[in-house]
């Protein structure tokens, strides 16, 4: 039996930056992935954002984290020779006379400042009866092509098998751990909303978010800007844009659904006011954590079993910033974050 210094569980945003920080670090890895079609990462439209919710909030340790994205997203593009992460400026509309107050609150803000200014600009297109506002530290990461891409190298590398995951084969001992008849001195798994069917992991509070999303044709729309009012409109080209997400709780149905379509779809006609063609609706599942922060580190019984989690939408901004902590923490002993610990869920009998 072949033994590896790693098995990464799932090759979603998450499990591909941590199998290539493990990598880079010489460690012999292998992922194993059940190529989940209703996983977020291959579906989402990969939005970066400094401003985010209907609060306008600075996302959690922006700065920290756009850098951290902005280099290891390049340094896997230089490695599969592509480049995978577009900067573009958010032209982001008022959805009502609260919106347009908040914001004038928020503006007084320095830090809020820096990633603002407001405009007159008007669009024939857009719908911008409040008025509207440009980010400028916005983009997207190609999230559907990074994730083929790095899959194929992957597989080149012999560091990659397409498997469904069988928990009960489990074996734990110190030397390391016996998984799908695989031996590894750790496992990680980043799962993302499967992490709910996993019994290791069972308590852990993830709440699986169905999200919604369109590849649309649009061709009076310009390609300027990514266009925000409720939903985003991501150009792509050619006239087309990804449109997305919506957020639902407590749906089951796997694959997209009439609710979703509906929902969306009257998102983007109340952002459009120009004649549009949805060409493919997709849908996945975010795994969502209950404080919106990740959750990261070692099993409480299992300590060489590791959970990589939680990152909910912002998973293409926290996956290499909580990474790389969590690499540092298995291979060199530093401490997580306190916020992003696995261990605020820790079953009491285990404490």
Same mark, same amino acid.
């Given at each position: 039996?072949?033994?590896?210094?790693?098995?990464?569980?799932?090759?979603?945003?998450?499990?591909?930056?941590?199998?290539? #920080?493990?990598?880079?670090?010489?460690?012999?890895?292998?992922?194993?992935?059940?190529?989940?079609?209703?996983?977020?990462?291959?579906?989402?439209?990969?939005?970066?954002?400094? &401003?985010?919710?209907?609060?306008?909030?600075?996302?959690?340790?922006?700065?920290?984290? !756009?850098?951290?994205?902005? *280099?290891?997203?390049?340094?896997?593009?230089?490695?599969?020779?592509?480049?995978?992460?577009?900067?573009?400026?958010? !032209?982001?509309?008022?959805?009502?006379?609260?919106?347009?107050?908040?914001?004038?609150?928020? *503006?007084?803000?320095?830090? !809020?400042?820096?990633?603002? #200014?407001?405009?007159?600009?008007?669009?024939? *297109?857009?719908?911008?009866?409040?008025?509207?506002?440009? /980010?400028?530290?916005?983009?997207?990461?190609?999230?559907?092509?990074?994730?083929?891409? !790095?899959?194929?190298?992957?597989?080149?590398?012999?560091?990659?098998?397409?498997?469904? /995951?069988?928990?009960?084969?489990? $074996?734990?001992?110190?030397?390391?751990?016996?998984?799908?008849?695989?031996? *590894?001195?750790?496992? &990680?798994?980043?799962?993302?909303? @499967?992490?709910?069917?996993?019994?290791?992991?069972?308590?852990?509070?993830?709440?699986?978010?169905?999200?919604?999303?369109?590849?649309?044709?649009?061709?009076?729309?310009?390609?300027?800007? /990514?266009?925000? @009012?409720?939903?985003?409109?991501?150009?792509?080209?050619?006239?087309?844009?990804?449109?997305?997400?919506?957020?639902?709780?407590?749906?089951?149905?796997?694959?997209?659904?009439?609710?979703?379509?509906?929902?969306?779809?009257? @998102?983007?006609?109340?952002?459009? $006011?120009?004649?549009?063609?949805?060409?493919?609706?997709?849908?996945?599942?975010?795994?969502?954590?209950?404080?919106?922060?990740?959750?990261?580190?070692?099993?409480?019984?299992? @300590?060489?079993?590791?959970?990589?989690?939680?990152?909910?939408?912002?998973? /293409?901004?926290?996956?290499?910033?909580?990474?790389?902590?969590?690499?540092?923490?298995?291979?060199?002993?530093?401490? &997580?974050?306190?916020? &992003?610990?696995?261990?605020?869920?820790?079953?009491?009998?285990?404490?």
């Amino acid at each position: 039996m072949k033994e590896f210094d790693f098995l990464i569980i799932g090759q979603g945003i998450a499990g591909t930056v941590m199998a290539y #920080r493990l990598m880079k670090a010489g460690k012999s890895v292998l992922i194993l992935d059940e190529a989940e079609p209703y996983q977020s990462s291959s579906v989402a439209a990969g939005m970066y954002n400094a &401003i985010s919710g209907k609060r306008m909030t600075l996302s959690w340790k922006w700065e920290e984290t !756009f850098l951290e994205a902005k *280099a290891l997203y390049s340094e896997i593009g230089e490695l599969l020779g592509k480049n995978y992460l577009f900067e573009k400026e958010t !032209f982001q509309s008022f959805g009502n006379i609260k919106e347009q107050n908040d914001f004038s609150l928020k *503006a007084e803000d320095e830090l !809020f400042q820096k990633h603002i #200014r407001p405009t007159e600009q008007k669009f024939p *297109a857009i719908r911008n009866e409040f008025g509207s506002f440009i /980010i400028n530290s916005t983009g997207w990461l190609q999230t559907h092509e990074f994730l083929k891409d !790095f899959k194929e190298y992957a597989i080149q590398q012999e560091q990659l098998k397409t498997e469904q /995951i069988d928990w009960s084969s489990f $074996q734990h001992s110190e030397e390391g751990i016996k998984l799908n008849g695989y031996f *590894a001195k750790q496992v &990680i798994s980043c799962e993302g909303w @499967k992490l709910t069917q996993n019994p290791l992991f069972n308590f852990v509070p993830l709440i699986p978010t169905k999200g919604d999303v369109f590849l649309l044709k649009c061709d009076e729309l310009p390609d300027t800007f /990514i266009w925000k @009012k409720g939903v985003y409109l991501v150009p792509l080209g050619n006239g087309i844009f990804k449109a997305g997400s919506t957020y639902r709780w407590n749906v089951e149905e796997l694959g997209p659904d009439k609710d979703g379509y509906e929902e969306l779809y009257s @998102k983007v006609e109340a952002q459009l $006011q120009v004649p549009f063609e949805v060409l493919e609706h997709l849908s996945g599942f975010r795994p969502a954590s209950k404080n919106r922060y990740p959750i990261i580190g070692a099993h409480p019984i299992f @300590k060489n079993l590791f959970a990589f989690n939680g990152l909910g939408t912002r998973g /293409i901004m926290l996956a290499p910033y909580v990474s790389k902590q969590l690499v540092y923490h298995i291979l060199v002993g530093t401490e &997580i974050e306190p916020a &992003i610990q696995i261990n605020r869920y820790y079953p009491k009998s285990s404490q």
